[in-house]
């Protein structure tokens, strides 16, 4: 069988060029649009493509944070720190226009949610505001971080409060309608994907592969 697929050593490939490579392959990646405060109660707001859930016992997601080019936290790395708390407000496609302003280097003593035209709501169990115009916010209290690096931080969120809109949500069965959030997800470069492009498939049981398999047989 002939080679189909290009061989990448990353011990060989430079930091830019391994994160080329993963954001423009592990794609859609969810946006984890966190808001913070600081110490001083100065709101941030910073969007993360580096995220995910990882337990729903106990209920976990995680945020891949990089640090600043001269190793210095991120603002919302060291409120975070500083707090033990956040929130994580999930982007959908209204929000777009927003989220990207959020995302420009202002200086710490700026409130990005004010830039962005965007309204804070202040939390319920923890100190970090959520942002009212997003479809889906997660209260989170510090679980964990791991300093991979001096380059980067992956920090550990335990969900202690959620806030989904009321035409989002079943609360009877927990059920989320994925038409109505309408999220989106990081491609590589400055690209993006919508969800709504969706279709059900579902888990075969063993016994219906081997019955296939024996049929075809």
């Known amino acids: 069988m002939s080679k189909t697929h290009h061989e990448l050593?990353?011990?060989?490939?430079?930091?830019?060029?391994?994160?080329?490579?993963?954001?423009?392959?592990i794609v859609p990646r969810p946006i984890a649009w966190v808001t913070t405060v600081s110490p001083d109660g100065v709101v941030n707001a910073a969007p993360y493509s580096f995220f995910n859930c990882l337990s729903a016992d106990p209920p976990i997601l995680a945020l891949g944070v990089e640090n600043k080019p001269d190793r210095s936290f991120k603002d919302t790395a060291?409120?975070?720190?500083m707090t033990e708390c956040f929130?994580?407000?999930?982007?959908?496609r209204a929000n777009v226009e927003a989220m990207a302003v959020t995302a420009a280097a202002f200086a710490?003593?700026?409130?990005?949610?004010?830039?962005?035209?965007?309204t804070a709501i202040p939390g319920v169990k923890v100190a970090s505001p959520r942002i009212?115009?997003?479809?889906?916010a997660f209260e989170c209290e510090r679980y964990l971080a791991i300093e991979v690096s001096?380059?980067?931080?992956i920090i550990l969120g335990r969900i202690v409060m959620a806030h989904v809109r009321e035409d989002i949500l079943d609360p009877a069965t927990q059920y989320s309608d994925h038409a109505r959030l309408d999220a989106?997800?990081?491609?590589?470069?400055?690209?993006?994907?919508?969800?709504?492009?969706y279709f059900d498939w579902p888990t075969p049981t063993a016994a219906e592969i081997l019955d296939k398999r024996r049929v075809k047989a």
Do not use: H, Q
């Not at 050593?9 to 392959?25: C, H, N, Q, W």
């Open 108 to 118: 710490p003593e700026v409130d990005e949610l004010e830039m962005a035209g965007l």
């Open 9 to 25: 050593d990353f011990s060989a490939l430079t930091p830019r060029e391994a994160y080329k490579v993963m954001i423009g392959t």
């Open 184 to 197: 989106i997800g990081r491609m590589g470069g400055n690209g993006y994907a919508g969800t709504l492009d």
């Open 87 to 92: 929130t994580v407000n999930i982007v959908d």
């Open 78 to 81: 060291w409120n975070i720190r």
């Open 150 to 153: 001096s380059a980067r931080e």
């Open 132 to 136: 009212a115009e997003a479809p889906v």
